[in-house]
């Protein structure tokens, strides 16, 4: 009997490089660096193996736990602390990805994710997914609430604002009170930098992931705090 058979019927599932990995998430994900994955590792998010020279393979499963980590990150922004322990349930078996998505804040549906993959929408674009007329949308642009980029795109970010708008001014509220929030939303952002801005420069090699990823915890404290004051006004 040939002694190579046992070794050959043992299978042995394909690994990635770093930089093929990078290329495989680049498409959606123009914004991830080696660094943010070589950050997510350090984090404990992500263990993919190295080979006998040291260097990290990924599985495809390493691959997938990355695009999940990414696009709640992307689409949700939710901070690492929420993600991984949303990856822990899975691991544990608690939950399935679908579960873990319908249980996350601010999670969005499949279809609005399978939307987001577009990520450069014209001015037409945000008036069709919105659902309202194109002088609502530059009243929005007047005021600051919305923006297109430098080469005249706007976003799916942008689509939710609008859509938001609409429904409020559905109530009553108009523009001046839309701008009121949009002086609250710019001076919330100003302490999220202010915490996080300082931490970008810091020396260590991944200062700019872990400024990413406060500025996520921190934004996500302060939207949970208003809720949680909003509500007890209210009474």
């Known amino acids: 009997m040939d002694s190579a058979l046992p070794g050959a019927a043992k299978k042995v599932l394909p690994t990635s490089t770093i930089g093929d990995v990078l290329k495989q998430l680049k498409p959606d994900f123009p914004d991830v660096t080696v660094s943010k994955i070589r950050f997510l590792e350090t984090e404990g998010l992500i263990s993919p193996r190295r080979s006998a020279s040291g260097y990290r393979r990924f599985s495809p499963e390493d691959i997938s736990r990355l695009r999940y980590i990414l696009t709640h990150q992307r689409d949700n922004y939710l901070p690492l602390k929420v993600i991984r322990e949303q990856l822990e349930a899975m691991d544990s078996g608690n939950v399935t990805p679908v579960t873990a998505k319908q249980k996350a804040p601010g999670a969005v549906s499949a279809d609005q994710l399978r939307a987001s993959q577009a990520r450069r929408l014209t001015r037409a674009d945000v008036v069709a997914r919105a659902g309202v007329r194109d002088a609502f949308v530059g009243s929005l642009i007047r005021l600051g609430l919305i923006s297109a980029d430098s080469a005249g795109f706007f976003s799916v970010d942008d689509v939710v604002v609008v859509e938001l708008a609409s429904r409020l001014t559905e109530h009553g509220l108009d523009n001046r009170h839309l701008k009121s929030l949009m002086t609250i939303a710019q001076r919330q952002t100003d302490m999220v930098s202010r915490v996080a801005d ?27 705090l208003n809720t949680a004051l909003v509500k007890g006004n209210l009474g």
């Open 198 to 224: 300082p931490l970008a420069h810091g020396r260590d090699e991944n200062a700019k992931q872990r400024a990413e990823e406060v500025s996520r915890e921190v934004s996500a404290l302060i939207i949970s």
